[in-house]
């Protein structure tokens, strides 16, 4: 599922993306997305640190 969102961006990355022709909201997409595992995987890791201890 999909939201619309609003972001402030600095402009001359701006524009040098859309000269480019960069889809910048499945950029945004992306760079979310990986963001979001990145921060999942840390939060299992400390969740989980005493039983990974236990098995090493």
């Not at 402009?11 to 909201?25: G, P």
Request: avoid cysteine; charged fraction near 30%; hydrophobic fraction near 35%.
């Amino acid at each position: 599922m999909k939201q619309r969102i609003t972001v402030t961006v600095d402009s001359d990355s701006y524009q040098l993306l859309k000269a480019y022709d960069v889809n910048i909201s499945g950029l945004v997409s992306t760079t979310m997305q990986n963001e979001a595992r990145r921060l999942r995987a840390e939060r299992w890791q400390e969740e989980n640190r005493e039983g990974m201890a236990e098995v090493a």
